[in-house]
């Protein structure tokens, strides 16, 4: 009987340690505005030496830190992706980060569309 408590207990542990993402994030900025690199960027040199490649999960944003992983949450439809920062920007005015094309066709609902409304949050 007490193996099978014993037992129980580990797998418990190891079922919600691994079950979900939900709270290894902390909330950064709730009113973000995202919006996608260019296809012209890839092959360049990202702000922390990595070649740049539209089909990746990465991000360009003026504070965090390279490497940081962030959820990118599209307010209006809850979807989320998780992307890697590794590059500097996005330098236009009113844009908080700057997606691949394909992390950010993954959240939006509107293809013809350049910018999309979204929460950040950072892994802890």
Not at 33 to 51: E, I, L, R, S
């Amino acid at each position: 009987m007490a193996k099978k408590a014993v037992a129980l207990f580990l797998f418990t542990l190891i079922a919600f340690g691994c079950s979900s993402s939900k709270g290894a994030f902390t909330s950064y900025d709730k009113k973000a505005v995202a919006c996608y690199y260019a296809d012209k960027f890839n092959g360049k040199k990202t702000a922390n030496g990595d070649t740049f490649n539209n089909s990746k999960y990465t991000a360009a944003h003026r504070k965090l830190a390279f490497g940081t992983k962030v959820k990118v949450t599209n307010i209006a439809n809850g979807k989320s992706v998780v992307v890697t920062v590794n590059d500097r920007g996005p330098f236009s005015a009113g844009k908080d980060i700057d997606l691949t094309k394909k992390a950010f066709m993954e959240i939006t609902d509107n293809k013809n569309h350049g910018e999309i409304k979204v929460s950040i949050e950072i892994a802890k």
